[in-house]
């Protein structure tokens, strides 16, 4: 019984595996990130909150098979928050009251689709950044490090105590400039696209694409 469990565990690990490294050893990370990259623009034009609650839900997925692991409480924060802010000036048609404030159409709609455009940019963004973008030129290398600074960032988990918030936040910043300065980040070999890679990259700005035009085809 013990062994089977065993076997169930490192069968999972391998699959695990096997899913990020298709992102690190099929596609190059510059060409992930302009691929992805050409998936924010329609994206930013979407009116409809189920395409945007589509193209948000599909890149929350693919952060999971990317990296292994998501957190969603900073996304559902971001979205209750911006909701309840909107509420507070009420617009359009009125749903219900709760007591005597009117929870209005207009300023649900409007609340749902800033936290859920916010919401899609953070998660569009996280998936096209990664450690190893190498750009040509001065400037790609400062933003080729501003991005893996970044990547780390979100990666690493941060204690925050509320009575030492900055000295947390600064803890953390160090410990990522002190490990890049120091040289102890990978850099692996230049990784070619492959068929498959090509093959996701171009399914996945079609559909953010088709989305886009359908809705335009709609209005």
Avoid at 72 to 77: D, Q
Avoid at 80 to 91: C, E, G, H, K
Avoid at 131 to 159: E, Q, S
Avoid at 194 to 210: D, E, P, Q, V
Wanted: glycine letters at 8%; one cysteine or more; aromatic letters at 10%.
């Amino acid at each position: 019984m013990v062994q089977v469990t065993d076997r169930n565990r490192d069968r999972g690990r391998e699959t695990g595996m096997s899913r990020k490294s298709f992102f690190t050893q099929s596609i190059n990370p510059n060409t992930l990130f302009l691929g992805t990259m050409a998936c924010l623009l329609p994206f930013l034009f979407l009116r409809s909150l189920l395409f945007i609650f589509i193209e948000m839900l599909l890149f929350i997925t693919l952060n999971y098979l990317k990296k292994g692991k998501i957190k969603l409480l900073p996304s559902i924060i971001i979205i209750v928050s911006l909701v309840f802010f909107n509420l507070l000036t009420p617009v359009g048609k009125v749903l219900f009251r709760i007591g005597h404030f009117p929870i209005t159409l207009t300023a649900l709609t409007i609340g749902l689709r800033k936290g859920l455009i916010l919401t899609g940019m953070v998660q569009i963004s996280k998936f096209a950044m990664g450690r190893n973008l190498h750009f040509p030129g001065k400037a790609g290398i400062l933003v080729g490090r501003t991005f893996a600074c970044f990547d780390r960032i979100t990666a690493m988990k941060i204690d925050l105590a509320p009575s030492q918030l900055i000295t947390s936040i600064d803890d953390a910043l160090t410990k990522v400039y002190s490990t890049m300065e120091m040289g102890t980040e990978e850099h692996p070999a230049a990784v070619r696209t492959t068929k498959y890679g090509k093959i996701f990259l171009l399914a996945m700005i079609s559909l953010c694409w088709i989305l886009f035009l359908i809705q335009g085809i709609n209005l």
